[in-house]
């Protein structure tokens, strides 16, 4: 069996995104960073993308510097751009 599990607590770095669809879906794309110091000391920045996030979410987003917990799966995204095929992970929620 295979699992795709993640957690994540860290900080909001950005204000977020939000988008509302056509199809009233919405969405909310955060930057999330995250301090660690083994074994090395270094930040990690996390996009986080939520699919039609709780109402409460919605009208009362994270601002910068806001603690969050966030649990989610890893996925890729691929594109097409001027210098070729592209990707990112991000996590979503």
């Known amino acids: 069996m ?4 993640v957690v994540v607590c860290g900080r ?3 204000s977020p995104e939000q988008r509302t ?3 009233g879906s919405k969405m909310m794309r955060l930057l ?3 301090r ?6 270094r930040i990690d920045v996390i996009p986080v993308t939520v699919w039609d996030p709780a ?3 919605w009208d009362r987003p ?6 969050v917990w966030i649990s989610g799966a890893v996925q890729r995204r691929f594109w097409d751009d001027a210098s070729g095929r592209r ?3 991000e996590v979503v929620a």
């Open 12 to 14: 909001i770095a950005a």
């Open 55 to 57: 109402e409460d979410l």
């Open 87 to 89: 990707s990112r992970l």
């Open 2 to 5: 295979d699992i795709d599990l």
């Open 62 to 67: 994270p601002t910068v510097g806001d603690r």
């Open 36 to 41: 660690s110091e083994e074994p090395v000391r």
């Open 32 to 34: 999330v960073t995250v």
């Open 21 to 23: 669809f056509d199809s």
